[in-house]
């Protein structure tokens, strides 16, 4: 499975974005799906996760009520929906597939990784 990123840029703060990751592969529908993002000098962090149906989601209080996650298992895409940007928020971000139907905020439950997309906010 191959995962493509896409749709960060650089926006002011309080803008939005979203951003797409696209799977190369149908098993994409029976997979929980997660974003993570990467800071300069700092750990990956959980940002988002949603089960293989869309069924389930969770967020870390750090982006709760201002980002939400969806998916299309038909065009085999995650979206990460990013309101009200801070400048803390920026990072590259990387989308994950993980091992099973659920989503997790443990990196180490993901099997494939997208190639990760920046995302800057200005002050």
């Known amino acids: 499975v191959q995962l493509q990123a896409s749709g960060g840029g650089l926006v002011q703060a309080g803008a939005s974005l979203r951003l797409s990751c696209t799977a190369s592969?149908?098993?994409?529908?029976?997979?929980?799906m997660g974003w993570f993002r990467q800071a300069p000098g700092k750990e990956h962090e959980f940002v988002a996760g949603?089960?293989?149906?869309?069924?389930?989601?969770g967020y870390p209080d750090s982006v709760k009520g201002r980002f939400t996650v969806s998916r299309d298992n038909a065009k085999n895409t995650v979206y990460l929906q990013m309101n009200s940007l801070k400048p803390e928020d920026t990072a590259v971000y990387y989308c994950?597939?993980?091992?099973?139907?659920?989503?997790?905020?443990?990196?180490?439950?993901?099997?494939?990784w997208g190639q990760g997309t920046l995302v800057t906010v200005s002050s």
């Open positions: 994950a597939a993980a091992r099973g139907a659920a989503y997790s905020s443990d990196r180490s439950q993901y099997a494939y």
């Open positions: 592969r149908r098993m994409f529908s029976n997979n929980g």
């Open positions: 949603i089960s293989w149906n869309g069924g389930f989601t």
